[in-house]
């Protein structure tokens, strides 16, 4: 029989509900929505938890949900991923094997923070490690969820972390055979993931949402913000001023993803864009992404077999693909419970009691004694905390600078691969005509992409040691031989030197050396050259 389990998604204006049904794959068969008031969560810290118990409690008796067991789904900057490389093991023995090397993956204190994994690959294929994404998610934010769960009654089953989800359910929805980038597209953030034959090449989270675009409709047309949800989607949503700011603050971030990720991965280029979440069938978005881009953007398509709710129509399946993914393969994050069965029952007289009660008041007297350094410390935690939450848009500058020197870098790049110096020739024959004598003739000139040969008449040998020296001069060559000379006389009796010159380009790599310019290596001897050319 089918498990059914509650997949709750809180976002910064909107709580999701769903009751999924599991079996080979999730089909949600229930859900509801809550129009959260502001202040009830902040980067996926609970604030007001009383009110959202009420919220979420009132949501739930309303629905008639038959089931207490539930998956968290978190969206915060708090928790962290990375990919690491592990040996081949039974699955079994993974988490310990990751809990061991976590301060490898994380060189931080650990202590506040629970530690969750997901496997990339089934450990089919030959290769002798594979890979995993380990997450480190902060205690504090998970108890804010326990104590969520108990006052509404809830049994938590798990937890999963935002970009986890969507990656679940891009894999088991079977649409990532090409390079493609899935784009979540919540109220005041988005998750882009980049993912290619199954695998997650990227995942990048972007500071901007629908929720401002959302907010402007109510306020404009008077509605709610399920009926404002509704309107972006069947009317063009990004028409006014301030709509058109945030969709640019939206590309942008999306932009730079794309740059950083085709700077190390332009051998598998993204074929096409697909958009979810909330905002992923806001009316116009595709156009203005395909028009800065260059990549065709479209709404994910959510099967129908994953939607048994006959409430949810069409595109609107997409609101909910964190529930779904979140149901997969969550992360974990659960944490042990502890052991409170209490002491065994008999009465084994009083000496074993007197015992008892000793160690606990000298565990009292103990704990006291530590009571103040201990409050010392933690003051100067939440300090230093509340100073750092300060400084986080400083990870947006250099997310910033990651990408844009990332860009400079491939652009350099691409500049140096596509350069020759044929694209100079111009200036080439300018310099000649500035620096070669008023007499000399220039009978044939082939050039190339790594080379000119050109065949030269002059007055005399000395006219000749003249031009080849100088061409030696010329900043643009590496090498300039002499492959054949010879003297002529007309019926007057006048006498000229023809020769053949084949002068060799430098290579961009040797064009931005700082090269010595003494005469002992700019210049050979183009006398002792022509002294054994004479025919």
Same mark, same amino acid.
Request: glycine share 8%.
């Given at each position: ?11 910064? !204006? ?42 979420? !409690? ?18 915060? +900057? ?128 972007? +500071? ?7 907010? *402007? ?153 530590? @009571? ?69 003739? @220039? ?11 050109? +065949?030269?008449?002059?007055? *005399? ?5 003249? @031009? ?56 050979? !001897? ?10």
């Amino acid at each position: 029989m089918a498990k059914k389990i509650l997949s709750i998604e809180i976002g910064q !204006s909107l709580a999701k509900i769903v009751e999924i049904k599991y079996s080979n794959r999730p089909v949600v068969t229930k859900h509801i929505d809550i129009e959260l008031p502001q202040g009830i969560i902040a980067d996926g810290g609970i604030i007001r938890g009383d009110v959202l118990a009420d919220c979420i !409690s009132d949501a739930i008796e309303v629905a008639k949900f038959s089931t207490k067991r539930v998956i968290f789904v978190i969206n915060s +900057s708090k928790i962290a991923g990375r990919e690491v490389l592990i040996p081949k093991i039974n699955e079994k023995k993974i988490k310990t094997l990751i809990e061991k090397n976590a301060t490898d993956y994380f060189p931080i204190d650990l202590e506040d923070y629970e530690i969750g994994y997901v496997l990339l690959d089934n450990g089919a294929g030959a290769e002798q490690k594979r890979p995993v994404m380990v997450y480190l998610a902060p205690k504090a934010i998970l108890k804010d969820y326990y104590e969520l769960a108990d006052k509404c009654g809830l049994d938590i089953e798990n937890f999963d972390f935002g970009g986890n989800s969507l990656y679940q359910a891009i894999k088991i929805e079977g649409q990532s055979t090409e390079t493609s980038m899935f784009i979540k597209i919540d109220e005041t953030n988005s998750t882009v993931s980049v993912v290619s034959d199954d695998r997650l090449m990227l995942q990048r989270s972007i +500071s901007y949402g629908v929720d401002g675009i959302i907010k *402007d409709v109510m306020a404009e047309k008077g509605l709610s913000y399920m009926q404002a949800l509704d309107f972006v989607e069947s009317h063009p949503a990004f028409e006014t001023d301030d709509a058109k700011e945030d969709a640019k603050l939206l590309i942008n971030g999306i932009q730079r993803t794309i740059d950083f990720y085709m700077a190390k991965n332009r051998a598998k280029p993204i074929a096409n864009i697909y958009l979810t979440g909330i905002g992923g069938a806001a009316k116009g978005l595709g156009d203005i992404i395909l028009e800065a881009t260059g990549i065709t953007a479209v709404q994910l398509i959510v099967p129908g077999n994953m939607v048994g709710d006959k409430r949810i129509k069409g595109g609107q399946a997409n609101r909910y693909i964190g529930n779904i993914g979140g149901t997969i393969a969550p992360i974990g994050f659960v944490q042990d419970e502890k052991d409170g069965s209490g002491l065994n029952g008999g009465n084994n007289g009083n000496l074993p009691v007197l015992i008892n009660v000793m160690c606990v008041l000298g565990s009292i007297i103990l704990a006291a004694a530590g @009571v103040v350094p201990y409050l010392f410390a933690r003051n100067e935690r939440d300090a230093r905390l509340l100073y750092l939450n300060t400084l986080k848009y400083v990870i947006e500058e250099y997310n910033t600078y990651v990408d844009t020197k990332a860009k400079n870098e491939y652009l350099n790049e691409l500049n140096d691969k596509t350069f020759n110096r044929n694209e100079e020739i111009v200036g080439f024959i300018e310099e000649m005509e500035e620096k070669m004598p008023a007499d000399i003739t @220039v009978s044939s000139f082939i050039c190339d992409e790594y080379s000119v040969t050109m +065949s030269v008449e002059v007055e *005399d040998m000395k006219e000749a040691a003249f @031009v080849i020296n100088t061409l030696q001069t010329f900043e643009s060559l590496s090498d300039v031989s002499v492959t054949s000379v010879n003297e002529t006389s007309d019926d007057a009796g006048e006498t000229r030197v023809g020769f053949s010159v084949q002068c060799t380009y430098k290579t961009v790599a040797e064009s931005t050396e700082t090269e010595s310019d003494t005469s002992e290596t700019v210049t050979e !001897s183009a006398d002792e050259t022509l002294e054994g050319g004479i025919q």
